[in-house]
């Protein structure tokens, strides 16, 4: 099956050309079985007290140190850098279930409803960029597989409504088959959803969403104070925890400590 994989680390000219063709690169088996099955178990454990439906959970790396390493992960960091520069956040980190059996979800954009990205400006700019690691093998459709659209965030029609309201399929859909402890990385224009599941295992994906620095938090209101000082310099940076953030985060905002 046809995916933009790129290779680990650095972000390449290629990756670059790929990323703007099609909105989204795809690391093959970033994270070893036994990584993914730790991560898994530490998801679990998150969503433990909730019910077994669809949903996310947000800051779990405040306290699972395996998902807090998962951050700044050497294989996928560069390629935000290569993004956005030495300047970026990590806007939210979410958690997210899918219950065995699961159908489709709604496709969508990543966002604010509160005021849409492509409000901004045409083709939709880069605002929240998400790496997602599968937790679970995803090899073969239907096992809550990410499905999505090449290239739609340079479209300049919206996805139709009856699609959206029916959860209905499109013929350039893209459903990603990758190895367990994958990463996805992509634009939030890109049009998206899941995909069925048919398994009988729960699927758990780890999401790590990176922003510019002005970008408000969305998994917090405040930074957890405790995990700000045990935590590594870049990834007490990455939390935005600015000393003096000027309206424009211009001289007194220092870069990320590469």
């Keep these: ?12 000219d290629l990756d670059k050309f790929v990323f703007e063709s099609w909105g989204y690169l795809l690391i093959p088996s970033v994270l070893t079985a036994d ?17 077994r439906a669809f949903g996310q959970i947000g800051r779990g790396y405040e306290t699972e140190p395996c998902l807090e390493k998962l951050i700044d992960h050497p294989a996928v960091l560069p390629k935000v850098r290569g ?59 239907g096992t809550g597989n990410m499905e999505l659209i090449p290239g739609s965030h340079r479209s300049q029609v919206p996805l139709p409504a009856e699609i959206r ?3 209905g399929d499109v013929p350039i859909g893209h459903v990603i088959c990758a190895p367990i402890g994958s990463v996805l990385l992509f634009h939030n ?7 069925r599941h048919d398994g009988d295992q729960d699927r758990y994906t780890a999401h790590y969403v990176y922003s510019p620095p002005w970008v408000r938090a969305a998994d917090r209101f405040d930074n957890n104070d405790e995990f700000l000082d045990n935590t590594t310099p870049m990834r007490h940076a990455l939390m935005g925890a600015f000393e003096r953030p ?11 400590p590469f």
């Design 189 to 195: 224009g890109v049009w998206h959803r899941t995909y």
């Design 35 to 51: 990584e993914a099955a730790e991560c898994y178990e530490a998801s679990r454990r998150l969503h433990a007290d909730r019910d």
């Design 246 to 256: 000027d309206a424009p985060y211009g001289a007194s905002y220092e870069p990320l």
């Design 165 to 167: 309201s029916e959860r």
């Design 1 to 12: 099956m046809l995916n933009p994989e790129v290779a680990p680390g650095p972000f390449t």
């Design 83 to 141: 993004l956005f520069g030495d300047r970026f956040i990590l806007q939210a980190s979410w958690n997210t279930m899918q219950p065995a059996h699961g159908g489709v979800g709604g496709w969508h954009q990543d966002g604010s409803s509160a005021y849409d990205f492509k409000q901004l400006s045409y083709p939709v700019p880069l605002i929240q960029l998400r790496a997602s690691f599968l937790l679970t093998d995803q090899t073969n459709p």
